[in-house]
């Protein structure tokens, strides 16, 4: 069993920044993909970032260049850096871990509680 605890939302303006971190504990594998997803107010949940234990990264194109997504591997934490924020990204962003089994042919997703994250313009 895996659980994620996030911390690090909050409010702040347009142009600002803030940083998302997520503390996993339990059984965590070199074989989990970690990463952020948001949603917004009647909107799907979309994802953010994610990070494979090698540091390979995955932006969504409305966040390329503006947030850093990064995993200390020794510590099962993920962290999102997030800067020149806009409107537009406000959302209660979740903590994932997400694993596949190949061999099994099962995958698991584990989510945080959420975090709200507040851009004013």
């Known amino acids: 069993q895996v659980q994620l605890v996030e911390s690090g939302g909050g409010l702040v303006q347009a142009g600002g920044s803030l940083r998302l971190s997520c503390a996993a504990s339990?059984?965590?594998?070199?074989?989990?993909?970690m990463g952020w997803y948001r949603q917004a107010p009647g909107k799907q949940r979309e994802l953010v970032a994610a990070?494979?234990?090698?540091?390979?990264?995955n932006y969504a194109d409305s966040v390329k260049g503006r947030f850093t997504i990064s995993r200390d591997n020794a510590k099962s934490t993920v962290n999102l850096q997030m800067n020149s924020l806009k409107p537009e990204d406000t959302a209660v962003y979740y903590c994932?871990?997400?694993?596949?089994?190949?061999?099994?042919?099962?995958?698991?997703?584990?989510w945080g509680q959420g975090t709200q994250v507040t851009v004013s313009s």
């Open positions: 994932n871990l997400h694993r596949e089994l190949p061999m099994a042919r099962v995958e698991y997703d584990y």
């Open positions: 990070v494979t234990s090698g540091g390979s990264t």
């Open positions: 339990g059984s965590i594998f070199s074989i989990d993909v």
